[in-house]
Nanobody
């Protein structure tokens, strides 16, 4: 059974940084693309960043230059380094993958950017 477990969320002031982690199990991590999504309060879930099995990355325009997605295949973990955080980055952040055409999501981690 594929499981994704996010960690690293919290409360941070504007301009601050956080690093999210997503630990995967029950899958061959190295051959799967991984993605980070977020759902702000009262809004739809949106793609933040993705990384292919070969390390190719893709970012939402709103986070380009501030967020960095990376993966450590030895640790079955994908990361999201978030710098220069803004109040509009406040959301629940989710990790996602697709295995055999099925979507798998983590439980989410709350990120709140506020002074």
């Amino acid at each position: 059974q594929v499981q994704l477990v996010e960690s690293g969320g919290g409360l941070v002031q504007p301009g601050g940084s956080l690093r999210l982690s997503c630990a995967a199990s029950g899958m061959i991590f190295s051959i799967n693309a991984m993605g980070w999504y977020r759902q702000p309060p009262g809004k739809q879930r949106e793609l933040v960043a993705s990384i292919s099995r070969l390390g190719r990355t893709n970012y939402a325009d709103s986070v380009k230059g501030r967020f960095t997605i990376s993966r450590d295949n030895a640790k079955n973990t994908v990361y999201l380094q978030m710098n220069s955080l803004k109040p509009e980055d406040t959301a629940v952040y989710y990790c996602k993958t697709v295995v055999a055409s099925d979507d798998y999501w983590g439980q989410g981690t709350q990120v709140t950017v506020s002074s």
